[in-house]
T-cell receptor, first 112, second 115 residues
Framework: DAGVIQSPRHEVTEMGQEVTLRCKPI?????LFWYRQTMMRGLELLIY????????DSGMPEDRFSAKMPNASFSTLKIQPSEPRDSAVYFC??????????FGQGTRLTVV | GENVEQHPSTLSVQEGDSAVIKCTYS??????FPWYKQELGKGPQLIID?????GEKKDQRIAVTLNKTAKHFSLHITETQPEDSAVYFC??????????????FGKGTHLIIQP
């Protein structure tokens, strides 16, 4: 298995633009997580899905952030409109039921 | 919600010596405690985990201990090597039968192995 696949690896965008991050979880995993990593706040859970259903989105910073999981093999995290303070590395992770989470390589987002 | 504290934030040890990183958690319902290693430019990688029904687990040079009463757990690395240099994160979650819950991470420990 290729592991969790995220795209793009790097994204530079202007303030106000829409940004879409993509994730393909490991086949057979039924939980998917989106995390954000910054120097100041560390690794923060944004939202997670079980069996494609959003379970907890209390970590989503504000309404500009939204996430979807239309099927078991694909998820997106969208920021609209983007702001400079959204600059961070965004990680997607997947896991079995009650199993460990496997992380992707991350998307480094820079909003200028 | 859960709160995980991790220390030290930076740890420098001589190659061959042991390194210990400690974490505390606040939610007594947490029952799953993984440790992740993150190298520069990469995602966190699971290195060892422990569940609340055991007190200690070992895998070669790495061991983890858990004290549920005191709500703390520790990572021990023996005979450290240069490739152990990285940032290490502890985490906690309540892994229930309904599916994996999100992990709450500590702030990380930058481990530096001095040659």
């Amino acid at each position: 298995d290729a592991g969790v696949i995220q795209s793009p690896r790097h994204e530079v965008t202007e303030m106000g633009q829409e940004v879409t991050l993509r994730c393909k979880p490991i086949s057979g995993h039924n939980s998917l997580f989106w995390y954000r990593q910054t120097m100041m706040r560390g690794l923060e859970l944004l939202i997670y899905f079980n069996n494609n259903v959003p379970i907890d989105d209390s970590g989503m910073p504000e309404d500009r952030f939204s996430a979807k999981m239309p099927n078991a093999s694909f998820s997106t995290l969208k920021i609209q409109p983007s702001e400079p303070r959204d600059s961070a590395v965004y990680f997607c992770a997947s896991s079995h039921r009650v199993g460990e989470a496997f992380f992707g390589q991350g998307t480094r987002l820079t909003v200028v | 919600g859960e709160n995980v504290e991790q220390h030290p934030s930076t740890l420098s040890v001589q190659e061959g010596d042991s390194a210990v990183i400690k974490c505390t958690y606040s939610d007594s319902a947490s029952n799953y405690f993984p440790w992740y290693k993150q190298e520069l430019g990469k995602g966190p990688q699971l290195i060892i985990d422990i569940r609340s029904n055991v007190g200690e687990k070992k895998d070669q040079r790495i061991a983890v201990t858990l004290n549920k009463t005191a709500k703390h757990f520790s990572l021990h690395i023996t005979e450290t090597q240069p490739e152990d240099s990285a940032v290490y994160f502890c985490a906690a979650s309540e892994a229930s039968g309904g599916g994996a819950d999100g992990l709450t991470f500590g702030k990380g420990t930058h481990l530096i192995i001095q040659p």
